[in-house]
């Protein structure tokens, strides 16, 4: 069975600075993993995903998150946070076998400060 | 249009209403879900339909059911339903070809039960 845990249901961080959101999956085998952004009254889209090969992935916006396997950890970087990175954050993980099915964690809000 | 659309973008209804969410997507996938997502908690997977079929029923309530006339969409059939079944119901496709590919969100319903 697969869960994911997000660290820190808010965030703040001022314009500028580093941008770290947390992410620890538990899955029986080596997942896939995925981060959603949700902007207010909208759906989720797709920041970035890892499947295999490179464990630092990059994604759109500048962000970009690192698959540790020994940590069991998949978190979420930007290096110089933007007054339109505000929204809301979703770590996902599914397996390598049987349906396209996702399992997200309860979500990270980011709030950047001006 | 393109994309995941969602209609109604708002929906309140009594306990004794009978009312249908629909989703459309354009994207040409062929798995279509549907989520609910409550506050503090993580988005839940009720429904996954693959080629039109039902693949997944995560212990849904009977209150609420799902439709998949084509793949090109899906309805979510409500009736009778409670206080607690407030909530932004998230319809999401994929293209599922055995790879983990993205789900594309539609932007939501949101539904009030009164």
């Known amino acids: 069975a697969q869960s994911v845990t997000q660290l820190g249901s808010h965030v703040s961080v001022s314009e500028g600075a580093l941008v770290l959101l947390r992410c620890n999956y538990s899955s029986s085998v080596p997942p896939y993993l995925f981060w959603y952004v949700q902007y207010p009254n909208q759906g989720l889209q797709l920041l970035l995903k890892y499947t295999t090969g490179a464990t630092l992935v990059k994604g759109i916006n500048g962000f970009e998150a690192e698959f540790k396997k020994s940590e069991t950890s998949f978190h979420l970087t930007k290096p110089s946070a933007h007054m339109s990175d505000a929204a809301e954050y979703f770590c996902a993980v599914s397996d390598r076998t049987g349906a396209n099915n996702l399992f997200f964690g309860t979500g990270t809000r980011l709030t950047v400060i001006p | 249009e393109t994309g995941v659309t969602q209609t109604p973008r708002h929906l309140v209804m009594g306990m004794t209403n009978k009312k249908s969410l629909k989703c459309e997507q354009h994207?040409?996938?062929?798995?279509m879900y549907w989520y609910k997502q409550s506050a503090k908690k993580p988005l839940e997977l009720m429904f996954v339909y693959n080629f039109k079929e039902q693949t997944e029923n995560n212990s849904v309530p009977s209150r609420f059911s799902p439709e998949c006339p084509n793949s090109s969409h899906l309805f979510l059939h409500l009736h009778t339903l409670q206080p607690e079944d407030s909530a932004l119901y998230l319809c999401?496709?994929?293209?599922?070809?055995?790879?983990?590919?993205?789900?594309?969100f539609g932007p939501g319903t949101r539904l009030t039960v009164l």
């Open positions: 999401a496709s994929s293209q599922d070809n055995g790879d983990r590919n993205e789900q594309f």
């Open positions: 994207l040409g996938h062929n798995a």
